[in-house]
């Protein structure tokens, strides 16, 4: 008997029709070609701490780092039931379909299950890439050894594993820390997560400590025989080291500016072209969308979230229409491009004429960069299906897939070409430049309508023909006033874009350099969920599509070292993470070093950088915060810190008595009758948190 195990049950329900006769069980679904059966996400979870240790059910710092000898999975309760129809399915089975989504979480959570129940029974591997019929049954004529993704599965374990490590230990260490200091409330950390809630902290303080500065610009008007044009002042390289410029070269001293603007126009007028280029340019068409670049050309054509991109690609996904859309990759395989004939042709026909011009002038004989089959692994870029679009669609639904669609169809338009001028202009033994753009072939930008990603700061300035050597008399000089803005706060959209290209935002350059190619921090699938997450624990907020950080935020950022708010080892091991996924690196040197960072950051928690809490007497000995106890004897005031310092307190009158007669401060742990461990239970059993 043939088993195929989905990720989810509508996977399973659109499998199992394809297959021809589908009969429907509990928990399973019998046709002509097998037994299709489901997990529902992942149905195994790693453990708690405590199934390591009962001890570790109180949080303490002594017991950190935990770190598993062996690592436990246990079946998730919401799942139990299923799990177990799976379990007998397997054993009923002689071969095995491994149908989990075509990325390394689903590559797992199938795995795991096969691992967990021991199976020595042979697996293929289908890759679901689109859930319509055509793409489907090419799919299943096209099985693999599900031992090919052996490496896809490690790099996922090692994802999870080094998740578990971070969030477990560092989660408790600085929670522990900050309420040694009176603060209360567990402190999540994430190996991804922090980093990213860094970024918008750093970015609002930027805003914050911005001071706008004045700047000036100088553009000359210059004639030429065969007619006028524009030309800006470019400072020469020692002139940049004056004192009226700034560091990023703008010239910041009005009265510099003024000088020039008079050397400028006092006679002689004239001077002379010392270069005139023309270069044919080719603007080759965007690639199609991956999850990351869906979600950011939506944001800022729609406004809408990572996460309403998500879900509405995922539905459109569901309802066929178009392809896996939690991947990562913006190319498509070779043997895709025979289905752009029928693709486009449907895209035709939809109603009200959405596609009616674009692809009317669509060439399918043109084979864009985005066919190349060695950018692709387990999965494509996402594009339209085959499917002929019936169905009434959510406006967001719609608009979602008109980007697919018109991403996609792009692909069949020339490149868009241009023959771009740069001419320099030496006058009065300064420099002067300007450029011009003529277009040559309009091609994809025609129709192109989603916002690129990148700025274009091309002139479309009209010169005159001109020559290397011709004269030229200045017949005017104006200044341009700007001012310096402040960087723009993070959006849900541009926070996803951030982490994509996190390079950017690491803090030693060699290792920027090194990522500049990564694919960023996070994966697609979980960028969204990731802010998400930190808006609902309330360390970031929404106003008018910004995010902004709230004090719990600056609290946990400001406390933490540089190793786990900046993005350099996060983006450095997502990149080792995804060279493991091709079979480059192995599972326990990343462990070895994800234990070795923990530990590190675990030790560094005793010494974090908490203020005080408001309304919380300081301990005069380490700064920390102390704590009012029912003592075995009296009621006295004991350090937060302990057993770090043991420093306490007599109280009077509801307060510690630094003065009092009693004042253990001096005293050692050990000493009788003045100081009883067992008193400070209250503070150890206190911090007994279920994150």
Not at 40 to 57: F, S, T
Not at 250 to 267: G, P, V, Y
Request: with cysteine; glycine share 4%.
């Amino acid at each position: 008997m043939r088993l195929y195990i989905a990720e989810k049950p509508s996977m399973a329900r659109e499998l199992a029709a394809c297959l021809g006769n589908p009969r429907r069980g509990r928990g399973f679904i019998k046709t002509n070609g097998g037994i299709v059966t489901w997990l529902v996400g992942h149905v195994l979870q790693q453990v708690e701490p405590a199934a390591y240790d009962p001890k570790y059910r109180s949080w303490r710092s002594e017991d950190l780092p935990i770190v598993p000898r062996e690592w436990k999975l246990e079946v998730a309760p919401n799942t139990a039931e299923q799990f177990q129809i799976v379990c007998k399915l397997i054993d009923d089975a002689d071969e095995i379909i491994h149908a989990g989504d075509p990325d390394r979480e689903g590559q797992l959570l199938v795995d795991e299950v096969l691992d967990y129940v021991g199976n020595k029974k042979p697996v293929k591997r289908i890759l679901l890439n689109a859930l319509d019929e055509t793409s489907i049954l090419r799919a299943n004529d096209d099985l693999r050894d599900n031992a090919e993704f052996f490496n896809l599965k490690q790099s996922a374990l090692a994802r999870s594993r080094a998740d578990w490590l971070i969030g477990m230990n560092l989660s408790r260490a600085y929670t522990l820390a900050a309420e040694r200091h009176g603060h209360e409330g567990v402190l999540p950390i994430g190996r991804v997560k922090t980093p990213t809630l860094a970024l918008v902290v750093r970015r609002e303080r930027e805003i914050k400590n911005f001071k706008p500065v004045n700047f000036f610009t100088l553009w000359a008007k210059f004639v030429h025989t065969n007619g006028k044009f524009i030309a800006q002042f470019k400072p020469s390289e020692k002139m940049l080291e004056l004192s009226a410029f700034d560091a990023d070269g703008r010239l910041i001293d009005e009265k510099f500016m003024l000088n020039l603007q008079k050397k400028f126009l006092t006679a002689p007028l004239d001077g002379k072209i010392s270069s005139y280029e023309t270069t044919e340019r080719k603007e080759s068409q965007p690639l199609p969308f991956s999850l990351s670049t869906l979600q950011v050309a939506a944001g800022r054509a729609f406004g809408y979230s990572p996460q309403q991109v998500l879900d509405a690609a995922q539905s459109l996904y569901e309802k066929k229409l178009t392809t896996y859309p939690r991947s990562d990759c913006e190319y498509l395989p070779t043997t895709q491009f025979r289905d752009a004939q029928r693709i486009l042709h449907n895209l035709s026909m939809v109603s009200n004429g959405t596609f009616k011009d674009l692809i009317d002038h669509a060439d399918v004989a043109i084979r864009s960069r985005a066919w190349n089959d060695k950018k692709i692994s387990a999965h494509h870029a996402i594009i339209p299906t085959q499917k002929f679009l019936t169905q009434d669609l959510t406006t967001i639904e719609k608009n979602v897939y008109v980007l697919i669609a018109r991403n996609y169809a792009v692909q069949f338009y020339p490149q868009h070409v241009y023959d771009e001028t740069i001419v320099n202009i030496k006058y009065k033994d300064e420099l002067f430049t300007t450029r011009g753009k003529v277009v040559k072939i309009i091609g994809w930008r025609e129709f192109y309508v989603a916002p690129k990603l990148k700025s274009d700061d091309e002139s479309e300035t009209i010169l005159p023909q001109m020559s290397a050597g011709d004269d030229i008399v200045c017949e005017a000089c104006d200044i341009k006033k700007g001012v310096t803005t402040p960087p723009k706060r993070f959006t849900e959209s541009s926070l996803v874009q951030g982490m994509k290209d996190i390079h950017k935002y690491v803090k030693n350059p060699d290792v920027a350099k090194q990522l500049k190619d990564v694919y960023g921090i996070g994966t697609e699938a979980t960028r969204a969920a990731i802010i998400d997450d930190l808006i609902r624990r309330e360390f970031l907020t929404v106003n008018k599509k910004n995010l902004y950080p709230t004090d719990r935020a600056y609290l946990l950022i400001d406390a933490l070292p540089d190793e786990m708010t900046y993005p350099d080892a996060t983006a450095i091991w997502e990149d080792k993470l995804h060279s493991m996924s091709v079979g480059d690196g192995t599972l326990e040197d990343f462990l070895a070093g994800q234990i070795k960072f923990t530990s590190e950051l675990v030790e560094a928690a005793n010494n974090a950088n908490f203020s005080v809490a408001e309304n919380f007497f300081k301990c005069p000995r380490c700064g920390c915060a102390l704590r009012r106890i029912n003592g075995r004897y009296s009621i006295f005031w004991g350090c937060k810190n302990y057993p770090r310092c043991r420093a306490s307190f007599d109280d009077k009158d509801g307060e510690p008595d630094f003065n009092g007669k009693k004042n253990f401060l001096p005293q050692p742990i050990d000493t009788p009758n003045d100081f009883n461990a067992a008193d400070f239970e209250p503070i150890l059993s206190s911090s007994n948190y279920n994150p």
